[in-house]
């Protein structure tokens, strides 16, 4: 998911095994931070990245354990938000090969 490489359609498009970048939702381009943080499709699995970190939803280096500009020299990930975030990858089974 960090890469910019995961099966959500922006990329597939761009790889060629999709016609669309939109999202079945029909509201978006389905970018990994479309799938993490807004399409309504997933808002129940969602849940559990609510509660880790309800004031960091849409900070896609948050959720993947990824250091950010201001954060300090002793950052260090948060182990539970990267949990919650493939617990709802998981759950949701979008980037899976039978999600497509």
Known sequence: MRTGMARVNRYLCKIGAAESDMCECGQAPETMEHFLFRCTRWETEREGMRQVGQDMMGNLSFFLGGKSVS???KWRPNLEAV???VKFALATERLSQGGI
């Open 71 to 73: 954060d300090g020299a």
């Open 83 to 85: 949990r919650a975030t």
